[in-house]
Structures are given as C-alpha cells and as structure tokens.
C-alpha cells in the first residue's frame, strides 16, 4: 500500500459521506485532536520513564485511543453514522482528576507550566485540547457533532492540569506559582 494517494493535492480531503477543502472547520477540528494525540504519545512516553507514573502512562494510552475515537466521531459528514465517545469516558476522566488533584498540593495562586519535564508536556496537552475544543464549538456551530466529544475535551483538559500536577508531586518537584498572582483559588469549607 502506498502512502501517498495525490487525490489531496488539490487542497480537497475526504470524510466519511463527502469530500471537503482542507481547511474545512470539521477538518480542522479532528485535525488538532490529532495533533493533541501526537502530544499525549509523547506525554505517555516520558510517563513511562518513571515508575512512579506508570498509571499515569497506562491512562494516557487509553486517552489516545479515545482521542481516535473523538476524531472518527467528528469525521462523519453524514447524519446517523455509529457514534464512538460517549458519556462514559467524561466521567471516567472525573475520578482521575478528583485522584490526581488530591495527589497534588493544595494551590492558592495560578501556577506556571513546567517543573518536570513530564509536568510540561502535560501542560501543552492541556494547551492544544483546549484549541481543539474550540475548534469543535466552531465545528458544532455550523454542523451537527457528537456532543459527547466536546463535553470529553473539555474534561480532558482538565485532567490534563491535574495530571500536571500530579506527576510534579511524585516526581518531588515543586509547581512554580505564579509570583503576581493574587490568591484566586480558595480552600474547599469543611
């Protein structure tokens, strides 16, 4: 099989039920899903490194695989296609953050991307979700979606910060605070 077709040299893709320009908004959004993947690849593998986020590195597998599942979703161009995401992953992605933030120090001001290398690599994951679900509300606003992959990246993105800190935590490297910052999160009441 070869890799190249030559049937996109126009600027024109295929989706499932059509064919689009490139730059289509339905492309764009599964586009940067992609791209998010290519960075959880890579987040999963310097997780990998480290025993003590070997969950995290498992969890992040399984994120890959839904991302896939997320883009598919969206790639349908035609109503009534199987659908693949749907509440279940969101939901699941709450445990983890509600795990991972009381794995963390508690946090009063905002922190700045980083610490371990890891921690800022989860962070560009969390970055380029948040692109890609603006890029879905684009897309959602001229097209039906599946809404379910909105409401999963928009919890993805915070598992993401989550797991930021997290592994910052386990890896006994501290989260840099942001020194202008006015204290903007406040302590849960008991």
């Not at 190249?4 to 899903?33: F, P």
């Not at 979606?145 to 909105?150: A, G, L, W, Y």
């Not at 915070?158 to 903007?184: C, G, H, M, Q, W």
Request: charged letters at 25%; one cysteine or more; glycine letters at 6%.
């Amino acid at each position: 099989m070869k890799l190249y077709t030559r049937t996109g040299d126009s600027g024109q893709t295929s989706l499932i039920g059509g064919r689009v320009r490139k730059d289509d908004a339905r492309v764009e959004a599964y586009g940067t899903i992609d791209e998010l993947n290519c960075f959880v690849g890579q987040a999963a593998a310097e997780a990998a490194k480290h025993a003590e986020l070997a969950e995290m590195a498992d969890w992040l597998v399984d994120i890959q695989q839904e991302l896939f599942d997320c883009g598919s979703d969206l790639a349908y161009a035609a109503q009534g296609a199987p659908l693949k995401i749907n509440a279940l992953p969101a939901a699941r992605l709450e445990g983890w953050i509600d795990q991972y933030s009381a794995e963390a120090p508690e946090i009063t001001r905002f922190i700045l991307p980083g610490g371990s290398s890891i921690s800022a690599l989860l962070h560009v994951c969390r970055t380029v979700c948040r692109r890609a679900e603006r890029r879905v509300v684009t897309l959602a606003a001229e097209h039906p979606i599946n809404t379910e992959v909105q409401a999963y990246l928009n919890r993805l993105s915070d598992f993401f910060f989550a797991a930021a800190r997290a592994a910052n935590a386990k890896l006994n490297v501290p989260d840099t605070e942001y020194i202008r910052s006015a204290e903007v999160f406040r302590k849960p009441k008991k």
